[in-house]
């Protein structure tokens, strides 16, 4: 059955819809020849979720395909890749729309290996991610690829997706680093910066906790839920240097900072997990950085790979590591500093 979200998917596109050399249509029975060809392939399928089917499993495969509703809520939704001037089947498209911390989609794509390394597979997620956007109500689209995965990285940078995630996963049996990249709607705007207000406190920790849950699954939280809401409105905010984002009058990201004797700290930066790699955090740093006096520092997690990178993108660079035993969460850590300008 079916999950209901909170809202109806949109109706969805006529199809086929066709590019300058595929289109995109309903999978069918009359695929099955194509479709086992690729996805017996090992080399296709070394980094995919799912797993080769037998004749009988696939054929049931693409019957269901055939008659299922455009992207219903909670299921997959696997869309036919073809020649536009044959028809033939040279790839499929996965679609699952859910609710995450608002709508959202994920996306994932296969296809044949002759049909690689021509172009097509950005030419495909293109296509399917105007479709997405006009024909569901997902915020954003995600996509998961294995680190080792160099085309499919390739591929989400050529698309602009985001990286936001870099988290330490198990892939049939053995330990991988998967990488999570996110795109937006194209006509979304930005969101605006203000001071925290007292009224923010609940809001401001549900950032908090959402985001460490979310994107920092490996650092064991040092305060319940509770206390951390306590934490927030009776210290956090109170002691100032807190400033909020918001997006569409809600609070999505919080930056708070602060001074001491031998340097300006950023103590909290943090982005609600529906909104990382909108811009919020850079406009968050930026923020900082046109405030703060240089040397400017801050703590984070050693297996926060994706929050490392974007500092050291902005010129932080590591001075110091430890293993934990001097932060609540016991967990190996890393010092980030910005010297002064010479």
Request: proline content about 6%; overall charge negative; charged content about 20%.
């Amino acid at each position: 059955m079916t999950a209901a979200g909170p809202d109806a998917a949109r109706g969805g596109p006529p199809l086929p819809h066709e590019t300058e050399r595929l289109r995109l249509r309903r999978l069918s029975p009359r695929d099955l020849p194509h479709f086992q060809a690729y996805r017996s392939d090992p080399e296709v399928g070394r980094f995919q979720g799912w797993q080769a089917l037998s004749d009988d499993d696939a054929a049931a495969f693409l019957q269901a395909m055939a008659a299922a509703p455009w992207c219903p809520w909670g299921d997959w939704f696997q869309l036919g890749v073809a020649e536009r001037e044959s028809d033939t089947l040279v790839g499929d498209i996965g679609l699952c729309l859910r609710h995450e911390y608002g709508p959202m989609l994920e996306i994932g794509l296969t296809l044949a290996a002759a049909a690689q390394r021509h172009g097509l597979a950005a030419e495909a997620a293109q296509a399917v991610l105007a479709l997405v956007f006009a024909h569901t109500d997902a915020a954003r689209v995600v996509a998961i690829s294995d680190a080792r995965n160099a085309a499919a990285l390739r591929l989400l940078e050529r698309l602009h997706f985001s990286r936001v995630a870099a988290l330490h996963a198990d892939f049939r049996g053995e330990p991988c680093l998967e990488h999570h990249h996110v795109c937006y709607r194209p006509e979304r705007g930005p969101a605006a910066l203000r001071p925290a207000r007292a009224a923010d406190a609940t809001a401001v920790a549900e950032v908090l906790i959402l985001s460490r849950s979310a994107l920092m699954p490996f650092a064991l939280a040092a305060r319940s839920d509770e206390e951390t809401r306590a934490w927030v409105a009776a210290a956090l905010i109170p002691s100032g240097g807190v400033t909020v984002a918001e997006f569409e009058g809600r609070v999505v990201g919080v930056l708070a900072v602060s001074m001491r004797p031998q340097a300006s700290w950023i103590d909290q930066l943090y982005v609600h997990p529906a909104h990382v790699g909108a811009g919020i955090g850079s406009a968050l740093l930026a923020q900082a950085l046109g405030t703060l006096p240089r040397p400017l520092r801050l703590y984070t997690f050693q297996a926060n790979l994706g929050p490392r990178a974007f500092y050291e993108r902005h010129g932080f660079v590591a001075i110091a590591f430890s293993d934990g035993r001097g932060n609540e969460e016991r967990c190996p850590d890393v010092l980030y500093e910005l010297a002064s300008s010479t």
